[in-house]
């Protein structure tokens, strides 16, 4: 396993970073128990969820995952210094979620009190901001004038911002959380943080984790050069799209208990006709080289320049297995070359 700087940071991450948010909902104690065990066992110390998290969200399901993990690390005190252990305050628009209220520095303090107890752990490593209190170009909302920046009261923003960062410098200082971090954000996001954690001494932000695969590679170039010249860790999430990528949901295909066969909060946005095309062309390729769809998705995201640890999710242990085994050996370049091309021709297929 190789190991790298998280930003500017001076904590050590594994490559692969492994998600939870199914754990409470297509996963119990025991699946998580297993793949946290393996993984662990794989060299991966880089561990991330969230409040909000069993996925998808539900007032009965919210605190799930990280409670899970809390029985983990109960019952295994002597793993949690192994661990990079990375959570994240939920945004707005959630009514059982302090009533769906902002971000806030109130609202970071009581989030971070609560996840600790729910963490069963005295600190959290990396603290991030799950989405962004305004709308952000994400889930769907990349197209032109889907949102209207002109609408954005910029200063307002910006006054909420540094009320975070104070809310973190707060919860930083009293030993609760290592560094802090964004997500689901933009350029201006995260420029606007650094500036505000210069003028006012407050906690810079050391990561970004964002929506990124080879169906969804919009953060490229603008967002990632902004991560490599800011020294911001970039973290893909999603990286085979939801589970698209290894070619279970073509031609229609629901299988049993599968994430597409739950309830989406944002629908099946990525489920369209240029989506398919894709991934048969994928499909294809890994066919053609002998590889798996998987190591195909998750080798390319891999050797992006500027990805610091891909986040991977598995509900069975044989998913887990084979998405580990993607990292081992990087793509050879006339894979990467036929990936180009279809890349070039479906740049943005959702």
């Known amino acids: 396993m190789k190991y790298v700087r998280l930003g500017s940071s001076p904590l050590e991450v594994s490559r692969i970073c492994l998600g939870s948010m199914t754990w409470g909902l297509q996963n119990n104690q025991t699946d998580a128990n297993a793949q946290l065990d393996y993984a662990q066992e794989q060299g991966i110390n880089f561990i991330d969820t969230a409040e909000m998290y069993a996925v998808p969200p539900s007032a009965d399901t919210y605190g799930q995952t990280e409670s899970i993990i809390g029985n983990w690390l109960a019952a ?5 210094k192994e661990i990079i252990l990375a959570s994240k305050i939920a945004g707005p628009g959630f009514s059982y979620i302090r009533e769906g209220s902002n971000i806030s520095g109130k609202t970071v303090v009581q989030a971070v009190e609560a996840s600790l107890k729910r963490l069963q752990t005295d600190y959290i490593d990396l603290y991030q901001l799950h989405w962004p209190n305004r709308t952000s170009p994400h889930f769907g909302n990349q197209w032109p004038n889907t949102i209207n920046y002109t609408d954005v009261n910029a200063t307002e923003q910006t006054e909420q911002m540094l009320d975070i960062l104070q809310g973190l410098d707060k919860c930083i200082k009293a030993g609760k959380i290592g560094y802090c971090g964004l997500s689901d954000d933009t350029p201006w996001g995260i420029n606007q943080y650094l500036r505000l954690s210069e003028q006012h001494n407050l906690p810079r932000m050391v990561s970004i984790q964002n929506e990124f695969s080879l169906l969804h590679a919009k953060d490229w170039p603008y967002l990632i050069e902004n991560c490599i010249n800011e020294d911001i860790a970039y973290l893909p999430w999603s990286p085979l799209a939801t589970g698209l990528l290894t070619g279970k949901y073509q031609n229609g295909a629901r299988p049993e208990g599968s994430r597409w066969t739950f309830m989406q909060r944002n629908g099946l946005f990525r489920d369209t006709v240029n989506s398919s095309k894709a991934v048969d062309a994928y ?13 195909l998705a998750l080798g390319w995201c891999n050797q992006i320049n500027g990805v610091t640890s891909t986040i991977i999710g598995a509900t069975t242990m044989a998913q887990l297995e084979q998405n580990i085994d993607a990292f081992r050996e990087p793509l050879i370049q006339a894979v990467l070359s036929d990936i180009q091309a279809v890349l070039k021709q479906y740049p943005m297929p959702f």
Do not use: T, V, W, Y
């Open 283 to 295: 499909l294809d390729i890994a066919k053609q080289h002998n590889i798996s769809p998987a190591k």
């Open 76 to 80: 295994n005190p002597s793993r949690r």
